[in-house]
């Protein structure tokens, strides 16, 4: 991918959601919702503070991140789709060791 985000924007790719339930109830792709899990792409390298020097991003390449339902802007590159969003967007990194995070009721 040839695409280098500005300041504090992150490239997302969004990680599918599973199409089962535990139950094995299949859920068909019109009623799935949009996964609010994904994998930081690339990453800018940070934004300026009050003195004019650059702060680094808390996020990197390989990152898996938990973002809002409505954040970042749909972008299609090389054929994928993509989210650009700031960093501020982004809720926190998944920690290597957990599969997925469990949706509160």
């Known amino acids: 991918m040839k695409f280098r985000p500005l300041h504090d924007r992150v490239v997302v790719r969004r990680i599918t959601a599973e199409e089962k339930t535990r139950g094995g109830i299949i859920i068909?792709?019109?009623?799935?919702?949009?996964?609010?899990?994904?994998?930081v792409?690339?990453?800018g390298p940070g934004s300026r503070n009050?003195?004019?020097?650059?702060?680094?991003?808390d996020v990197k390449?390989?990152?898996?991140?938990?973002f809002g339902k409505w954040s970042g802007t749909e972008v299609k590159l090389?054929?994928?789709?993509?989210?650009?969003?700031?960093?501020?967007?982004?809720?926190g990194v998944v920690e290597q060791g957990s599969d997925s995070v469990q949706k509160a009721a």
């Open 78 to 91: 090389d054929g994928q789709e993509l989210l650009i969003m700031k960093e501020s967007d982004i809720m």
């Open 41 to 43: 792409i690339a990453a």
């Open 61 to 66: 390449a390989g990152d898996r991140i938990l």
């Open 28 to 39: 068909p792709d019109t009623a799935q919702e949009k996964p609010m899990e994904g994998e």
């Open 50 to 57: 009050e003195a004019g020097v650059i702060v680094a991003l």
